[in-house]
């Protein structure tokens, strides 16, 4: 069971999401595994709020979400961000004119039947984008405290699309907020919505994440097995019985002397067919390289992984060893490659 794992071995040891030391490299990449991971905590946020508009933000403030996370959250499934956003800050005074009696701008809409009215703090503060909210990139995962300016674009994202003012500042789908109350529809709509904002974000943005799981997996052999072990990312193996000359190629392959080790690289928040290709070609990769005495391992995780059981399975079928991606289940592949490559040892 150590190296032969089953899927249900496999999902017992994995970790589901991005490890800590990655999550700022993928978050440069693409916000949507953080999002996905952080999604039953936004919802239930929303669903504690009940049907008042500002206890958004109370029970926010007394979560453990980030801010920026959460209005992350809602600027993707309003489709309202970078340049909207910008828009919006050149565009504040006149669309938010200040009250002549409460000298305050403000923003007055309705959530059913009532009427509500939330007066900004921060806003307008000059050259207003998503850098300065802290929605941009890496910023997502790090710790702030919910401030002013986060409280105000929350309100606006959530609610101006319910306000008097929502085709002024092109906030029409700026609406989740007229969800509030009904717990039900929030979990149908955002896990709807995410499903499909995942499918047009996330395909040009996966091989690059694949690397990354590849390049961490690659220095993690590097730094543990001896020197006498070549380790090469976006490796290929020269195979007699192997129709290319090329060589099979393998995310990350492992060399000592004339044996090899093969290994193939997927961490999937989300569900995509990288898994399916995997599993599609683990049959024939466990064949070529058995015949000439090498071996084929694989390092899978991820939410989005598991989601595609049948492929997990598969895969299992026809690796040597398999893992997930904890340094605990690492340490294992390492332990495996040694004991396979390195005579000394046996």
């Not at 309705?110 to 307008?124: C, D, I």
């Not at 072990?229 to 099979?248: F, I």
């Amino acid at each position: 069971m150590k190296y032969k794992k089953t899927a249900t071995d496999l999902e017992a040891v994995a970790i589901k999401w991005w490890p800590k030391a990655l999550e700022e490299q993928v978050a440069l990449l693409s916000p949507i595994p953080k999002l996905i991971e952080t999604q039953e905590k936004f919802i239930s946020i929303l669903k504690l709020s009940g049907d008042q508009p500002t206890q958004i933000l109370n029970v926010l403030e007394a979560s453990d979400l980030h801010p920026q996370l959460f209005l992350k959250h809602l600027a993707v499934l309003s489709d309202y961000g970078g340049e909207p956003i910008k828009r919006l800050g050149r565009e504040f005074e006149s669309v938010f004119p200040i009250d002549p009696k409460t000298k305050r701008r403000s923003l007055d809409f309705t959530v059913g039947q009532k009427s509500h009215r939330y007066e900004f703090r921060a806003l307008p503060v000059k050259g207003l984008s998503n850098t300065k909210l802290k929605i941009d990139g890496a910023a997502i995962v790090n710790e702030v405290k919910l401030d002013d300016l986060t409280r105000d674009m929350i309100m606006l994202l959530a609610f101006g699309g319910l306000s008097t003012k929502a085709d002024e500042a092109s906030l029409e789908r700026c609406d989740l907020g007229a969800l509030l109350g009904n717990a039900d529809e929030i979990d149908r709509y955002i896990k709807q919505r995410y499903i499909h904002v995942s499918r047009i974000t996330t395909g040009a943005g996966a091989n690059s994440l694949g690397q990354i799981d590849q390049v961490y997996v690659a220095d993690y052999l590097r730094n543990k097995l001896p020197p006498t072990y070549e380790v090469k990312s976006n490796g290929k193996v020269l195979l007699k019985s192997y129709d290319s000359p090329q060589g099979m190629p393998f995310d990350v392959v492992v060399k000592r002397n004339e044996k090899i080790v093969g290994v193939e690289v997927s961490f999937q928040v989300t569900s995509n067919s990288v898994i399916e290709r995997k599993a599609a070609m683990a049959e024939g990769r466990k064949t070529h390289m058995g015949r000439e005495g090498h071996f084929v391992d694989y390092v899978l995780d991820g939410a989005g992984n598991f989601s595609r059981w049948s492929a997990i399975n598969t895969i299992c079928q026809s690796s040597d060893c398999t893992v997930a991606y904890s340094d605990t289940e690492l340490d294992t592949l390492v332990d495996f490659i040694q004991g396979q490559l390195d005579d000394s040892i046996r």
